[in-house]
């Protein structure tokens, strides 16, 4: 069984810093590409950022500049932090990983929990 953890939400002021943190447990051969999505009340999810186990990142317009996405390969984790925030970034925030749970498997896509990110102005 594999479970993605996501931690480090909460409540902060516009212009403030969250850092997230997304562990991943569990029958583990190997991890894959690793995102960040989110979600806001009536909106559909949306990519925030992604890493590719080489290192190689993307991010959304929205939060490029603003933002950075990391990973620590020996500890299955994956970060992302995210500076000068602002209302519009409040939402549920949720990690993704493509996993690949034996050395003969295909990967398999799996989600955290979420966690709420709310931004106060």
């Known amino acids: 069984q594999v479970q993605l953890v996501e931690s480090g939400g909460g409540l902060v002021q516009a212009g403030e810093s969250l850092r997230l943190s997304c562990a991943a447990s569990g029958s583990i051969f190997s991890i894959n590409a690793m995102n960040w999505y989110r979600q806001a009340p009536g909106k559909q999810r949306e990519l925030v950022a992604g890493?590719?186990?080489?290192?190689?990142?993307n991010y959304a317009d929205s939060v490029k500049g603003r933002s950075t996405i990391s990973r620590d390969n020996a500890k299955n984790t994956m970060y992302l932090q995210m500076n000068s925030l602002k209302p519009e970034d409040t939402a549920v925030y949720y990690c993704h990983a493509s996993i690949q749970v034996t050395r003969w498997s295909m990967s398999s896509n799996y989600w955290g929990q979420g966690t709420q990110v709310t931004v106060s102005s």
């Open positions: 890493i590719l186990s080489s290192g190689g990142t």
